[in-house]
């Protein structure tokens, strides 16, 4: 049986009988409710920059302002010292007309040319008139150290014979100054005017001139040689675009040569590649060690036709391949070049092929437009590399039916490489042969042992130098427009301090131009663009946890915002709650206070 407790009494007072609980309450209202709900609003009100926080994106700071500068300023001013010496001239030609003369000229040819790495802005030209009885010169304009009287008869010159190797050497050693350009003018040597471009920063020109006619000749020339030979570096319109140049964008080539043999089943030929590679290609490599890094790589292969169709000639006793048929020559599905794994990344790699056709086709010629037989057999394609046809010697006598090893005779391997040389100069956009036309006449270009010319070095340097800069500011403007237009992008330190070097290298590579550093200025702003490269193609950039805030706001809402709308209509509900009740407890004393 259940157990009864005892009834508890009530001591509570009973309200009144005429008190409507509606309009008055005799006892104060709690806060207990008010105080809990309020808490739980506060609570989440200030767990809301907590929530903020723990959301954020990191950010880098990155120099917006330094970014948009450089932008909108990327050009490299390169200061251009020449000199003109004018030697045996009877009459003694004035070196201040002189000098005019010549800088009207100049700045006729540089009027219509906006090429990147000129120095129109920044030029400064010294003229020496030495004659057997008096030298006088320009002063020039800067503290550079031009030509001193008399140094050139001192030596025993002979400009007339042919030797232009030794007239080179011997002017440099007379006139080897760095970063200054020189023209000597030589009157006498027999009828005509004969100009030859040396290996160095130098040139001569050799003629008779006795009238002012020819006299404006030769200013015409020496003009021409500053500036179409070494500031444009011997192309009608400068180099080719910088966007073009067969370099990559960290600054690294990767030369694949490839032996291909078309059919091993008639003969298979190797060759002695590492004597090239110690020989021919050592001193091209070290001599564009500013420009780009370089490596080289050879492989033999065997079965690789030729995609295109050959013809038998009778007039030229060969069969025919044209120019119309170069498009269709390589044949990507059985010419498996790209076997690289040094060139990952950003680097570039030209192909050089020495195609060994079958005896089916052997010997296999190349017939130019004019109707003629290329001398050397051998096409570019730019961006890709270039291709030379070797026939065997005596393939047309080859009837044996085993298939022969051969190895490439020296002479013939050196006679290849001499034409791969001239396609690697194309490239580059300069002259593959050793002559070149002008307006005022024919200049001879003296070939260098390393490929490359120290004026052409320059002007490839002044070049890769303008265009790198031009990458740079293009592409960190790219990065900081991209930044911010995406407010919630992750911006990791890395990517900052990359931003920040190429800045600085950027900067010292405009410095180093300013300095006549060509050399140091390619470097410098190769740099600038690998690190602007880096940057941008950071794979943190690419990473898929960033979004924008209308994509946060999208996730967050479904949870938090009903939450929150409970949590604040509850406050207010209490709130309005506790002044109601306080409002009729203050009626009720005021009325018990007046009663009293």
């Not at 009238?211 to 192309?235: H, Q, Y």
């Not at 044949?331 to 990344?345: F, K, V």
């Not at 394609?381 to 085993?402: D, I, K, Y």
């Not at 002479?411 to 396609?423: H, P, R, S």
């Amino acid at each position: 049986m259940s157990e009864i407790s005892p009834e508890v009494p009530d001591n509570r007072q009973d309200a009144p009988s005429h008190v409507d609980p509606n309009s008055t309450r005799i006892t104060k209202p709690g806060v207990k409710r008010l105080v809990l709900t309020l808490s739980v609003l506060f609570s989440l009100v200030l767990g809301f920059p907590f929530l903020w926080k723990s959301v954020e994106i990191y950010r880098s700071s990155l120099p917006f302002g330094e970014i948009s500068e450089m932008e909108s300023n990327p050009s490299l001013s390169f200061p251009c010292r020449f000199q003109a010496v004018f030697i045996n001239f009877n009459s003694n030609p004035s070196p201040n007309h002189l000098q005019l003369s010549i800088l009207d000229k100049i700045t006729e040819l540089t009027s219509n040319s906006s090429q990147c790495g000129a120095c129109a802005n920044d030029l400064a030209l010294s003229v020496t008139v030495d004659s057997i009885s008096s030298c006088t010169q320009t002063h020039p304009t800067d503290n550079s150290n031009y030509y001193r009287c008399g140094a050139i008869s001192a030596v025993d010159f002979d400009f007339r014979n042919d030797d232009d190797d030794g007239v080179d050497e011997l002017l440099e050693f007379v006139l080897g100054l760095k970063n200054v350009y020189s023209v000597v003018v030589v009157n006498g040597g027999g009828e005509g005017i004969r100009a030859v471009v040396g290996k160095y920063r130098h040139a001569w020109i050799v003629g008779s001139v006795e009238e002012e006619e020819e006299e404006s000749v030769l200013v015409s020339r020496v003009a021409e040689i500053f500036v179409k030979m070494f500031v444009n570096g011997g192309t009608e319109n400068g180099l080719i675009h910088g966007e073009f140049m067969p370099v990559g964008a960290d600054r690294r080539i990767v030369l694949s040569f490839n032996l291909l043999n078309a059919e091993p089943n008639d003969w298979v030929y190797d060759w002695d590649f590492q004597r090239v590679d110690e020989t021919l290609l050592a001193p091209i490599i070290k001599v564009l060690g500013p420009i780009a890094n370089i490596s080289v790589e050879s492989q033999v292969l065997y079965h690789t036709p030729k995609s295109s169709f050959s013809y038998w000639d009778e007039k030229w006793k060969s069969y025919i391949f044209s120019t119309k048929d170069l498009p269709f020559f390589v044949n990507s599905n059985e010419w498996h070049l790209d076997t690289s794994i040094a060139a990952g990344g950003r680097s570039k790699i030209l192909q050089f092929v020495v195609y060994v056709p079958s005896t089916k086709e052997c010997p296999l010629s190349l017939l130019l437009p004019t109707g003629e037989i290329s001398k050397t057999n051998g096409f570019i394609s730019p961006m890709w590399g270039g291709v030379v046809v070797w026939n065997p010697p005596g393939c047309l006598n080859s009837e044996t039916n085993h298939p022969s090893r051969h190895t490439m005779s020296r002479e013939d391997l050196q006679a290849v490489f001499e034409v791969f040389m001239g396609q690697f100069r194309q490239l580059f956009g300069l002259k593959s042969n050793n002559l070149y036309i002008g307006a005022s006449g024919t200049y001879h270009l003296l070939p260098s042992g390393k490929g490359f010319t120290e004026w052409e070095l320059d002007v490839l340097s002044r070049q890769f130098a303008c265009f790198n800069l031009h990458s740079c500011a293009t592409t960190l403007g790219s990065l900081s427009r991209l930044v911010q237009s995406l407010p919630r992008m992750i911006i990791m330190d890395e990517i900052g301090k990359l931003v920040q070097f190429s800045l600085e290298a950027a900067k010292l590579a405009q410095s180093n131009a300013s300095l006549g550093d060509n050399e140091s200025s390619a470097v410098s702003s190769g740099q600038a663009r690998s690190l602007a490269e880096d940057a941008f193609f950071h794979p943190s950039i690419m990473s898929i946890s960033y979004y924008s805030f209308e994509h946060c706001f999208a996730i967050y809402s479904p949870f938090f915002l009903p939450v929150s709308m409970h949590v604040l209509l509850a406050a207010l509900r209490e709130w309005k709650r506790y002044k109601q009740e306080k409002a009729k407890y203050t009626a009720w004393k005021a009325k018990v206070k007046v009663e009293s």
